[in-house]
């Protein structure tokens, strides 16, 4: 849309779209005088479309009219269009719009610029949507332990629903605090012609949730059908909902992301002592 208060000469109006990868990352490598830092950063360009000129209402002087000027336009991306991927610092696949009205060779041409956010979403029946996800174990003649969480994949900026059971093996054993952490797991790789693959991998704290555990409010005599007794938890951890703290699982152009939860339990021993699982 190109709104205009005053008569404007103009050549032509026209609207492109482009995409982009870049990786980039600091290499820190030891050498004889210290640590070296060589960066690495490579932009590959994944899409460009360009419309045709759209159609002007001028003049014969090529001037348009005041007013509001609309120029409808659409575009099929392909099945393989990498997701946008936007949060990370440097690293990350964008989308973007430029639309210029060319004004001529003596006058300053006029551009507006809009990001475009590309999401992939699992289908309904994908198998990361049914799967649960669990750990059962047992710590002998301490405790009989299991976590759970009931689908491997959560909506972004939603939350996880975590379920917990403890049953004690050894008497007078009580549960303390449980310390949840959200880790996420960058992996990015570079290669080209005449470039050994590179990799740079880190991982980066995304969330943490502290759960308090009584017996007031988690003891169950009977636990459903197993008929142990023990402590039950359930909660919903909520997730970040800006990019830029926590982004999607992914891979695509040599970024690949994903996300692990590490429980830590604290058990108080009739000795006084605290143990850790």
Not at 3 to 22: A, I
Not at 123 to 131: D, F, G, K, T, V
Not at 222 to 240: A, K, M, N, R
Request: proline share 5%; with cysteine; glycine share 6%.
């Amino acid at each position: 849309m190109l709104c205009l208060k005053e008569s404007l000469k103009v050549e032509d109006v026209h609207l492109r779209l482009t995409g982009h990868c870049r990786i980039a990352w600091l290499d820190g490598r030891q050498t004889p005088t210290g640590i070296h830092n060589q960066k690495v950063d490579r932009t590959t360009a994944l899409l460009k479309h360009n419309w045709a000129p759209f159609t002007l209402e001028t003049n014969s002087h090529g001037v348009m009219q005041p007013g509001n000027y609309e120029w409808p336009f659409e575009i099929m991306l392909p099945g393989d269009t990498p997701e946008s991927v936007e949060g990370l610092y440097q690293t990350g696949i964008t989308y973007l719009f430029k639309a210029t009205v060319s004004r001529g060779k003596l006058a300053k041409n006029l551009h507006a610029f809009k990001r475009l956010r590309i999401i992939r979403t699992l289908e309904p029946a994908a198998l990361e949507l049914n799967h649960a996800m669990s750990v059962e174990n047992v710590w002998p003649n301490k405790v009989e332990y299991s976590v759970s969480i009931p689908q491997k994949a959560v909506v972004f900026g939603s939350s996880v629903p975590l379920e917990m059971r403890f049953t004690p093996l050894l008497k007078g054993l009580e549960m303390g605090a449980v310390s949840v952490k959200m880790f996420e797991t960058q992996e990015f790789t570079v290669s080209g012609a005449g470039h050994p693959l590179r990799t740079h991998k880190h991982d980066r704290e995304v969330a943490t949730w502290n759960l308090e555990v009584t017996r007031e409010n988690h003891w169950q005599d009977i636990i459903e059908e197993s008929g142990q007794e023990g402590w039950v938890i359930t909660q919903d951890l909520p997730l970040p909902k800006r990019l830029n703290k926590c982004i999607q699982d992914c891979t695509v152009q040599g970024i690949k992301i994903r996300h692990k939860l590490k429980l830590t339990v604290a058990l108080n021993n009739p000795d006084g002592h605290v143990s850790e699982v």
